[in-house]
């Protein structure tokens, strides 16, 4: 996991609240993802960025939000909309877009919204 | 669309024997793929990947992958499993998207049981 800290761990809402992931990297890298895990589901893309300022949507981004401040920073707010928050939240990054280039895992957050 | 499938949802192995995992691919053009571990309540680790060059691709661990591009599979394979191997492993394929972004896309993981 070295490299991408994300935090809390573990993080307990109640429905109808927003809330707000965090994730950090010290890699230097210019992309970031978020992704959701679901049991049986493999991962699915939420938002994606490849500079500061500017982020895309990825196979299922409604009902979240992303901001890109800073490099190093990419928080995922996960909204009230989102019909079912409850699951495994992990955020990765990678040196550039290049082809080749593999993608390094946060430690991730389980969001349990009851 | 660029798809992977991992047709196992669970393998079981004995220690000390060899394993594989099995992973195959759908891509129009060629394929970019890639490997990775999860460990319990963990984030993904990178095992390996095939971009172009020698079809057996050696990665950490001691695991290894075959990229077949007549049968379209890149199985991962260990010639001697330990127990500390048992966790969820995943193949991805990159997928070009528009803007010059690409993502990769999961299988939906194999779980990998290695008993004593």
């Known amino acids: 996991d070295g490299g991408i800290t994300q935090s809390p761990k573990y993080l307990f809402r109640k429905e109808g609240q927003n809330v707000t992931l965090s994730c950090e990297q010290n890699l230097n890298h210019d992309a970031m993802y978020w992704y959701r895990q679901d049991p049986g589901q493999g991962l699915r893309l939420i938002y994606y960025?490849?500079?500061?300022?500017?982020?895309q949507k990825g196979d299922i981004a409604e009902g979240y939000s992303v901001s890109r401040e800073k490099k190093e920073s990419f928080p995922l707010t996960v909204t009230s909309a989102q019909k079912n928050p409850t699951a495994f939240y992990l955020c990765?990054?990678?040196?550039?877009?290049?082809?080749?280039?593999?993608?390094?895992f946060g430690p991730g957050t389980r969001l349990t919204v009851t | 669309a660029q798809s992977v499938a991992q047709p196992e949802d669970q393998v079981n192995v004995a220690e000390g024997n060899p394993l594989t995992v099995k992973c195959t691919y759908s891509?129009?053009?060629?394929?970019?793929l890639f490997w990775y571990v999860q460990y319990p309540n963990r984030g993904l680790q990178f095992l390996l990947k095939y971009i172009t060059g020698d079809n057996l691709v050696k990665g950490s661990y001691g695991f290894e992958a075959e990229f077949n591009k007549s049968q379209t599979s890149f199985h991962l394979k260990k010639p001697s499993a330990l127990v500390s191997d048992s966790a969820l492993y995943f193949c991805a394929v990159r997928d070009r998207i528009s803007g010059g972004y690409n993502k990769l896309i999961f299988g939906a993981g194999t779980r990998l049981a290695v008993h004593p």
């Open positions: 891509v129009s053009g060629n394929p970019y």
């Open positions: 960025s490849q500079i500061v300022n500017d982020f």
């Open positions: 990765a990054s990678s040196p550039g877009q290049g082809i080749g280039y593999e993608q390094y």
